[in-house]
T-cell receptor, first 114, second 106 residues
Framework: DVKVTQSSRYLVKRTGEKVFLECVQD?????MFWYRQDPGLGLRLIYF???????EKGDIPEGYSVSREKKERFSLILESASTNQTSMYLC?????????????FGPGTRLTVL | GIQVEQSPPDLILQEGANSTLRCNFS?????LQWFHQNPWGQLINLFY???GTKQNGRLSATTVATERYSLLYISSSQTTDSGVYFC????????FGAGTRLTVKP
């Protein structure tokens, strides 16, 4: 079974802090994704990566950056956290370099920025 | 971009009842998945079904790609089926519907 893990289930940070959300998958997947989920807005893609050191912007990249130094790990970085980044963050991975493959999700990190 | 609409937005069932959830999408897709989000926020893969019909226990799904819709059937519902069900489609990128919130009462 594919396993996607995220470093924290719950996180509370203060405005202006630098925040790292880590995601690790154990199935040698090429593609990895970061989404945020907000009431009334559904899931929205922040960034994705289709290979090590490669990244592409999703729908809402502003205020975020990502890092993919190793194939199994995809980090989401909030350079200076703001209250409007309070959200549920979900990481996902999929198998091949081709688009359209099945995505598997981690358990999510609920981030609160005070 | 592609539009994804799910219906109904909310559904309340008695345990043991059957239900059908619908996902309509506005363009051709490479991928369609159904997820169940449990009360803890985890998205659980139910089906990867860009076309055709699949069954897994009490759940089944059908996607008619030419008519741009997919259906998720839940039979003999249980309280543990409660949660939000999402349809997600991939066109240029992955797009999620707003979800159907299912509540199964004992």
């Amino acid at each position: 079974d594919v396993k996607v893990t995220q470093s924290s289930r719950y996180l509370v940070k203060r405005t202006g802090e630098k925040v790292f959300l880590e995601c690790v998958q154990d199935m040698d997947h090429e593609n990895m994704f970061w989404y945020r989920q907000d009431p009334g807005l559904g899931l929205r893609l922040i960034y994705f990566s289709y290979d090590v050191k490669m990244k592409e912007k999703g729908d809402i990249p502003e205020g975020y950056s990502v890092s993919r130094e190793k194939k199994e790990r995809f980090s989401l970085i909030l350079e200076s956290a703001s209250t409007n980044q309070t959200s549920m963050y979900l990481c996902a991975s999929s198998r091949s370099g081709a688009r359209g493959d099945e995505q598997f999700f981690g358990p999510g990190t609920r981030l609160t920025v005070l | 971009g592609i539009q994804v609409e799910q219906s109904p937005p909310d559904l309340i069932l008695q345990e043991g009842a059957n239900s059908t959830l619908r996902c309509n999408f506005s363009d051709s897709v490479n991928n369609l998945q159904w997820f169940h989000q449990n009360p803890w926020g985890q998205l659980i893969n139910l089906f990867y079904i860009p076309s055709g019909t699949k069954q897994n226990g009490r759940l089944s799904a059908t996607t008619v790609a030419t008519e741009r819709y997919s259906l998720l059937y839940i039979s003999s519902s249980q309280t543990t089926d409660s949660g939000v069900y999402f349809c997600a489609v991939e066109h240029n990128d992955m797009r999620f519907g707003a979800g159907t919130r299912l509540t199964v009462k004992p």
